[in-house]
C-alpha cells in the first residue's frame, strides 16, 4: 500500500519565463515577464521550432533541471534513474533525477539540482532512512514527518565539473558547467549537472526507492511505493554506462526488465543547442552508445561455482 509522504498546494511554486540567447561559444539566459504558477507554465510548454541549432534567441516557458547522479556503492559505480508517468505527456519513461526551477532560484539552479536528489532519491537502512550533505552543506530532510532519517550515517553529493561550453544566468556565469539543451518539443532550457553520491560504508542492507510528485486535483502529492521502488542502476564500467538495469533491496541487485522500455529526452541524440525528441527507445540509445544488450544466462553459467563443478564432474564420469 502506498504511503503518503507529503501534499503541497502547487500554487505556492512560481517560475519565470526565459529569453535565451546561443551561440557557439556559450549560451546565456535571464528572466523575463511576471512569475508563472505551475499550471500556467505547463500551458506554456508547446512545442517551437529553431533552424539553427548553434546560434539564436528564443523565448522559452521555464527553466527545467536534471542531475546525472553517480552512486559509489561498494566499490562500484552505478547512474542513478528514475521511472516517471509524465502526465503532461501521457508518457512513461526512466529518466534522470530533475525538476522545475522556482524563480527564487533562477541564478542558482545548482540548489535546486540538490534539492531534487534529496526529494527524489531515498536511501533505506533497517535502522532508518539516511540523510544526506552537499559538500560540508546537510541537506534537507523533505519528509522528516513521515520517515525517520539517520543523520549520523549521511551520503555525501559532491559535483563534478560538466560541460565544455559555459552557460551564465545573465553576467554570472554557472560555475560547474552544466550541460545545457534547448527541449523543442517542450519549449524550456535544461540543465544537466553531474553530481556524485557516495554511500557511508557502515551503511548496511541498503534499499533504494524513487519519490516523486503527482499532481492529484488541486495538490500535489509524494507517495513511497515499497512494490514499486522505481528507481534503477545502471552500472558503469570505466566509466561507460552497461547495458544493464537493476534495483536495489537490502544488499541486493535485482534485475530489471528493459522490455518496450523508453529513456526520457536527455538521453536522446543532441545537435548544437537543441533537443528534438520526446523520448528515445532503450533499444534505439544502446545502439547510439555503441552497447550491446546482456543475453540471459545459460542453466549452467547461472550454477554457483561449487555447483558447477560437481556437475562437470557427474558429467566426466
Known sequence: MPRTLIRKNPSNFKTLPLHVEAGPDGLTYQSIGRPLN??????????????????????????????????????????????????????????????????????????????EVAEECLLETPQGWLGGRFNDTWLPAPYADALHYREALPF??????????????????????????????????????????????????????????????????????RSRPDLYL????????????????????????????????????????LVRDERIRWKDWLRQQGLVAQKPESGLKRLTGKARELLQMALNK
Open 38 to 115: 505551475f499550471a500556467q507554465t505547463l500551458q506554456r510548454r508547446k512545442a517551437i521550432q529553431l533552424a539553427d541549432s548553434e546560434r539564436f534567441a528564443v523565448e522559452l516557458a521555464n527553466l527545467g533541471v536534471s542531475v546525472r547522479l553517480t552512486l559509489h556503492w561498494q566499490n562500484r559505480d552505478y547512474w542513478v534513474l528514475v521511472r516517471q508517468r509524465r502526465q503532461d505527456r501521457g508518457d512513461v519513461v526512466l529518466k534522470l533525477i530533475s525538476g522545475y526551477v522556482p524563480a527564487q532560484e533562477l541564478n542558482l539552479p545548482l540548489h535546486t539540482a540538490v534539492q
Open 156 to 225: 555525501v553529493l559532491t559535483p563534478h565539473s560538466g560541460a565544455a561550453r559555459p552557460v551564465r544566468c545573465g553576467n554570472l556565469q554557472l560555475i560547474e558547467r552544466p550541460r545545457a539543451y534547448v527541449h523543442l518539443p517542450t519549449a524550456s532550457l535544461q540543465l544537466i549537472y553531474d553530481l556524485r553520491l557516495q554511500v557511508p560504508r557502515e551503511a548496511k542492507s541498503l534499499s533504494l526507492f524513487h519519490v516523486d510528485e503527482r499532481l492529484e486535483g488541486d495538490q500535489l502529492v509524494a507517495r513511497l511505493n
Open 234 to 273: 545502471m552500472p558503469l564500467e570505466e566509466g561507460q554506462p552497461r547495458a544493464e538495469l537493476y534495483t536495489l533491496k537490502k544488499d541486493r541487485l535485482v534485475p530489471a526488465s528493459t522490455r518496450g522500455l523508453y529513456l526520457a529526452e536527455s538521453f536522446a541524440r543532441q545537435e548544437g543547442w
